[in-house]
């Protein structure tokens, strides 16, 4: 039986949410980001003060009264790290319910859920998951500018081989940051923003499964992003974004900042991916089938099993180095008896996932909006599906290829290079889905296509090139080179990020019910894509002529390149800055509506008005066909949104039955 | 909300984002510890001596950082000992270190480093009497060494007396018990930034011990830059 | 779906061009251009070069690669171009376009296709590691750890790199064992990089020779390369290791035999008094385990004496 749904009962409205309760409260007492703010700098004061206490640093320097053999600096800033993460929480009344609920009193809600609907209701823990994607979509956007202003800055340092803007001090905790903060913020662009927002209505649900661990997901990426950059304070540290031990156990106090805040984002991940699992295995409407599921939701689904699968062992690899730095535990330290491969196995065995965590979501929105836009159905969907189930249950038999030089077990780099080179098969399905797509096609060339189509160029390259990373011979001149730099920003910026864009500009009408201003969108287009290429396909060169990675001094000749990319990077950034401008302008000034259905689509997320009803839908709809059904004569629309009485009970039932049957 | 509340609103907050990136620019990225100049007026290349007189202490009580090892440089018009580990010497010359080690003894990581390279006479003097290598694993008396890779100077720098009661207090004064090291070296001829650093892991220990104070500017490694 | 793909009409089928024989035909010449220049033109001068035989195979790797990747990428492009040319939305054509849900024979075609390009890399990268008893590849010069599986025919010379922050030294066994900063090799002779090192993870970069192994603390990684013809080469650290990470660099020389061995013997007469310093020569110094440095300590009064300082005993190992 291939319809599965959801029990009735919990779509009430409100989405089964509580309405809010102990209202009657001023403004500034009831808890939203500013309680959150005040929690967090008590949480990390205490925190501070416990750890300076057991450490004994309040007394002599260096005693250690309490806690024999440990780190004196690192206690303290750990610990205040963690309780400024509870009190933020506890001010944003995250517990609140829950503690409500232990000591027998009914719930307030946290959700006034669709009660208010100002402004005010972005900066709260509000369960709705089309304020959480709006909320997801802003911080993304603040996170993205601040690691490519990061960016830029490496750039200018890179613009002269020996004449320095930055001490190499700064230099290194500048890459560090923009790394770590690029990696482990951008594994939500999409799934933040898009997935939380769109799939519940995609499949024609309600509500998520979990609103309040999709809220809860949310509300830990600004602690995480403030955490990392605190970092700064605390000077830094100097081992990039992939922290190998021991330089990350002999770093000072800065590198509890990059362990407290990517531990702390794997939390977040693995939570966001376990609400979407659920919401949409759970939550499909009747009618809507596995091999109805839109594209997008697919690659939800993959990238969540990702998450869920790959982000643990990030956080175990975190708690190991902190527990390394503060209770000096020497899990890394292999004079001790640990090994510095284990951390990078730990980190590997998360960090190659977490690369198609990255490219998965573009894959996913590309292969959404291109039938759409090619007026097309979309060309062998089972392929498509087939190459993103593929894509992600390979991707945890393939990391060893980041150390093939590490001189770890010399006889598992055949099998490891077999692995890697494998995983071209599922990805090269989403291009044969694309060609196949654009077959005879009638390609409307919007700003969303035109970004769809400069991510499948931008990740061909990227593709390419990382074949090259997984020969051996071939990988050992170009690890650690700017080959490598240039291979993952052609797969991540130009492929997660292009998609990024694309969803904004598809998605925001749907969102907001605010269109983007298309004229300065194709500026934005343009001027990004051609600066995009200009920065990073002379990087290949220079990882080829001997450039390694993270460094601040350079060989001399290789400055025309170097100065060409600076150069090219600045209006890379130019390009960002044009899109803030029209993000802006468009939605907070201009705010030119669009509540109908722009660009012709069949999604069922278009069949609502725009932004979506508080309910989503005011029935649960009966999904009656494919979303990519173009140009099919006659055919039926995608959904029945007002379905007779009784359907989707029936189709309950049914489901039920099956289900005793079985 | 009405257009103009959005649009002050706009101007607000773009006005704190720009002071925010501004500051953290000026106050982060473009800190750096002062610079003290040597030769001040000695022109490039004319074989002149500049004299450059430093201390290593084993604490810096100035800084934010009262336990860490670090190195002082003597302004050389002022005679003040600055917190700071930058100096600019001309191009060319022949500079005569002057270092004085108030810090304990700490054996090397790779006793290789005792040995002293990159000097005139490939000797340092400590208190006046020439060495051309120091075993730190023998007998205690390396503290750190400091050496400038870019022009393969390396020298170990002596310690007072295992029995010493070490400075307390930093800068530490010609009293407390030291021993004074000196050696000379020419200056390269082409300008440019050339990175000074310890060789020894200066925290004490294997794993912290290269972390800290060795890795942080201002401390146990910094900048020569050498001018025309 | 892609079920009812049979239904579906056949591209080629359809009356009016032959769209794919005109794709093919555009894209036929620009991949073998593209493959004749990668190979004959831009192929000699490929990083990283021929100056050893480990550089060779890497470059001849990369050539290979570029030689499928060129055909690739060109008909990726190509086809791209020409569905953007040819079927792109006309004003006022407010159809969609035909309903094409799948093609079975092409799909299978286009799986089959890539999964054969695919295996044939990984089967060509495995033999270009010297799996098939090529001793002249051995490994194809990156880091095997301590007991390497491929290597060279004959006696090869050790060279142990011992490297720290922020500075590679270079000690030399078969020579008593002298520690230097100096990079000198023998042409044409087998050649065996130990490395390791004593802090934190480096890597040890010869681009030139293409030799690239990592430096783990406590661990001998061992790379082979024989270098076939004279000159200096570039090392650089590859693994970020710290502040000074970019300026953890020097240059080596390849000299002929008979003048390595005048150096050698002379740099090991220089140095011997710094070599009577120095721990006897072990694949690996792990500080803790090293007597001369382990009495260092003591008489020091640093073991365990602060929090910053692990003592060989704690934490307690069984």
């Known amino acids: ?662 | 909300m009405a257009l103009p509340a959005r649009i002050v609103t706009l101007v607000v907050a773009f006005l704190a984002v720009a002071a925010l990136a501004v500051f953290v620019v000026v106050h982060y990225f473009l800190f750096s510890p002062p610079t003290v100049t040597f030769g001040a007026g000695v022109t490039a290349d004319t074989g002149a001596t500049v004299h450059v007189v430093l201390q290593e202490d084993p604490q810096n009580t100035v800084s934010t950082h009262p336990d860490w090892v670090s190195y002082f440089i003597q302004d050389p018009t002022t005679h003040k000992w600055v917190h700071t580990t930058i100096f600019k010497v001309p191009a060319g010359s022949r500079i005569d270190v002057t270092i004085y080690g108030y810090d304990g003894c700490t054996p090397l990581r790779n006793p290789y480093f005792g040995k002293v390279t990159g000097t005139i006479g490939g000797v340092e003097y400590v208190n006046g009497k020439p060495y051309s290598q120091l075993d730190s694993w023998s007998a205690c008396h390396v503290g750190h060494t400091f050496s400038i890779p870019g022009i393969n100077l390396n020298v170990p720098m002596a310690t007072p007396d295992l029995s010493a009661t070490l400075c307390g207090v930093s800068p530490c004064t010609t009293a407390s018990p030291h021993r004074t090291v000196t050696f000379s070296f020419n200056s390269p001829t082409a300008t440019g930034t050339y990175f000074w650093q310890c060789r020894v892991p200066c925290g004490g220990g294997f794993i912290d011990g290269f972390g800290g104070p060795m890795q942080t500017i201002g401390f146990m490694t910094g900048n020569m830059e050498v001018v025309s | ?318």
């Open chain 3, 1 to 318: 779906m892609a079920a009812s793909s049979a239904e579906a009409a056949s591209p080629t089928a359809r009356t009016g061009p032959n769209h794919g024989l005109r794709i093919f035909l555009i894209w036929l010449p620009i991949a073998v251009i593209a493959d004749w220049l990668l190979y004959f033109v831009y192929g000699p001068h490929m990083p990283p070069g021929t100056m050893s035989t480990s550089a060779a195979s890497q470059q001849f790797d990369i050539k290979v690669m570029s030689v499928l990747a060129a055909p690739v990428f060109a008909f990726v492009v190509v086809y791209a171009g020409y569905a953007f040319i040819v079927w792109r939305h006309r004003e006022g054509d407010d159809t969609d376009g035909p309903p094409i849900y799948g093609h079975a024979r092409i799909q299978a075609t286009w799986i089959t296709i890539s999964a054969v390009i695919v295996l044939c890399l990984a089967a060509f990268g495995t033999y270009e590691l010297g799996a098939f008893g090529q001793s002249s590849l051995a490994g194809a010069g990156a880091g095997e750890g301590p007991s390497p599986i491929w290597k060279p025919n004959g006696t090869p010379l050790q060279i142990q790199v011992i490297a720290q922050q922020w500075r590679f030294t270079y000690r030399y066994p078969q020579y008593g064992g002298f520690e230097t900063t100096a990079l000198y090799l023998p042409v044409g002779q087998p050649i065996q990089f130990n490395v390791t090192s004593i802090d934190v993870i480096h890597d040890f970069w010869a681009y030139q020779l293409g030799v690239k192994a990592d430096a783990n603390p406590g661990v001998n990684n061992i790379a082979y390369t024989t270098v076939e013809h004279t000159g200096t080469f570039e090392v650089r650290c590859d693994e970020l290791c710290g502040l000074w990470h970019g300026a953890m660099f020097n240059q080596g020389n390849v000299v002929s035999v008979a003048a390595f061995q005048a150096w050698a013997h002379k740099t090991e007469i220089k140095l011997a008094s710094v070599t009577k310093m120095l721990p006897a020569y072990a694949t690996s110094y792990d500080p803790t385990t090293i007597a001369q440095l382990n009495k260092a300590m003591v008489k020091a009064g640093i073991a365990g004496a602060n929090g910053y300082y692990y003592p060989p005993q704690d934490p307690v190992q069984p």
């Open chain 1, 1 to 662: 039986m291939a319809i599965e749904t959801q029990p009735e009962r919990a779509q009430g409205a409100g989405g089964g949410l509580p309405a809010e309760g102990g209202g009657g409260r001023p403004w500034w007492a009831r808890p939203a980001i500013h309680t959150a703010i005040v929690g967090a700098v008590v949480g990390y004061l205490l925190g501070h003060a416990l750890g300076d206490y057991l450490t004994g640093a309040t007394g002599a320097a260096n005693q250690y009264p309490n806690v024999p053999l440990s780190d004196s600096e690192d206690w303290p800033i750990v610990l205040g790290y963690t309780l400024a993460i509870i009190g933020w929480l506890a001010g944003l009344g995250v517990f609140n319910d829950i503690l409500r609920q232990m000591v027998g009193r009914p719930i307030s809600g946290n959700g006034r859920a669709h009660q208010n609907s100002g402004l005010a209701r972005f900066f709260r823990y509000e369960l709705d998951h089309k304020v959480v994607g709006i909320q997801y979509l802003v911080g993304m956007i603040i996170y993205f500018c601040t690691a490519g202003l990061l960016a830029m800055a490496m750039r200018t340092e890179l613009l002269s081989p020996v004449n320095h803007v930055f001490t190499s001090q700064v230099y290194i905790e500048i890459v560090g940051e923009h790394g770590t903060m690029m990696m482990m913020l951008m594994t939500s662009v999409i799934v933040g923003p898009f997935g939380n927002y769109l799939v519940p209505i995609m499949i024609g649900s309600k509500r998520v499964a979990f609103p309040r661990i999709e809220a809860l997901s949310f509300w830990l990426t600004p602690m995480a992003f403030l955490i990392l950059l605190s970092g700064f304070m605390l000077g830094g540290f100097p081992f990039g974004w992939t922290g190998y031990a021991p330089l990350s156990i002999q770093a000072t106090v800065g590198a509890d900042s990059y362990a407290v805040a990517f531990g702390l984002m794997g939390v977040s991940v693995a939570l966001a991916g376990f609400n979407i699992i659920v919401t949409v295995i759970c939550y499909r409407a009747p009618g809507m089938r596995w091999g109805r599921l839109p594209m997008f939701v697919w690659s939800m689904v993959s990238t969540s099993f990702l998450f869920v699968l790959a982000a643990p062992v990030l956080f175990a690899g975190m708690y190991m180095l902190i527990m390394d730095r503060t209770a000096q535990t020497a899990f890394f330290e292999d004079s001790l008896g640990g090994s510095s491969y284990l951390y990078e196995n730990v980190f590997w065995f998360f960090g190659h996932p977490e690369v198609y965590i990255l490219a998965l979501p573009g894959f996913g929105i590309v292969s959404e909006l291109i039938p759409v836009f090619c007026r097309k159905p979309l060309f062998a969907y089972k392929v498509a599906g087939a190459g993103m189930i593929g894509v992600s249950l390979l991707s945890f038999f393939v990391w060893q290829h980041h150390l093939f030089d590490s001189g770890i077990n010399p006889d598992m780099r055949p099998l490891f290079m077999v692995t890697t080179e494998l995983i071209s098969i599922p990805t090269g399905f989403i291009y044969l889905v694309a060609l196949g797509t654009f077959w005879k096609a009638k390609i409307r060339f919007r700003v969303p296509m035109l970004f769809c189509i400069a991510m499948y160029f931008n990740f061909l390259i990227g593709g390419i090139s990382g074949v090259y990373l997984s020969d051996v011979p071939a990988d050992t001149t170009e690890h650690g080179s700017f080959f490598v730099m240039a291979h993952f920003h052609y797969t991540i910026m130009g492929g997660l990020i292009f998609a990024f864009m694309a969803g904004i500009y598809y998605w925001l009408p749907k969102m907001t019910g605010i269109k983007l201003n298309e004229k300065l969108g194709l500026w934005h287009f343009w001027i990004m894509f051609i600066a995009f290429n200009s920065t990073f396909l002379p990087l290949f060169a220079v990882g080829d002529a001997g450039q390694p990675r993270r460094v601040f001094e350079y060989a001399t000749n290789l400055q025309g390149l170097n100065d060409w990319v600076s150069i090219s990077s600045y209006f890379l950034g130019f390009s960002i800055l044009l899109f803030v401008i029209n993000f802006v302008w468009s939605t907070v000034i201009v705010r030119e509506r669009e509540v109908g259905n722009p660009w012709q689509s069949r999604g069922l997320e278009w069949q609502v008005s725009s932004p979506p009803p508080a309910d989503n839908f005011d029935q649960i709809p009966v999904v009656l066909s494919s979303p990519y059904d173009y140009g099919v004569k006659d055919a039926q629309p995608v959904a029945d949104l007002h379905p007779p009485a009784g359907v989707v009970t029936a189709a309950i039932m049914s489901a039920d039955a099956a289900r005793v049957e079985a």
